[in-house]
Nanobody
């Protein structure tokens, strides 16, 4: 299994970023996928998930600001992040919610700061 997250960066509060995750080694179109984040000194948390059919779920902290999507033909999952806040600063990862793969990859750093 390979999960490669990308698209992070430094953004000002109120800004937007779009993260991408490329998955390989799995039958992607049958797998629930999720975006997680881990801030310094905090536990990793699931912030958004999407079923193979496109049903989504969000943590309360990001609801209305983040949108998860997927392209089953390309084995890709995306996270559109709008109205970013400093508390969104974290390393973001993708994985399978509830039955996470051992491999997490390096993640992608998102820093929200003025």
């Amino acid at each position: 299994v390979q999960l490669q997250a990308s698209g992070g960066g430094l953004v000002q509060p109120g800004g937007s970023l779009r993260l991408s995750c490329a998955a390989s080694g799995i039958i992607f179109s049958f797998v629930n996928m999720g975006w997680y984040r881990q801030a310094p000194g905090k536990q990793r948390e699931l912030v958004a998930s999407i079923t193979p059919g496109g049903r989504t779920n969000y943590a309360d902290s990001v609801k209305g600001r983040f949108a998860v999507s997927r392209d089953n033909a390309k084995n890709m999952v995306y996270l559109q992040m709008n109205s970013l806040k400093p508390e969104d600063t974290a390393v973001y990862y993708c994985n399978r919610p509830g039955r996470e793969y051992d491999y997490w990859g390096q993640g992608t750093q998102v820093t929200v700061s003025s």
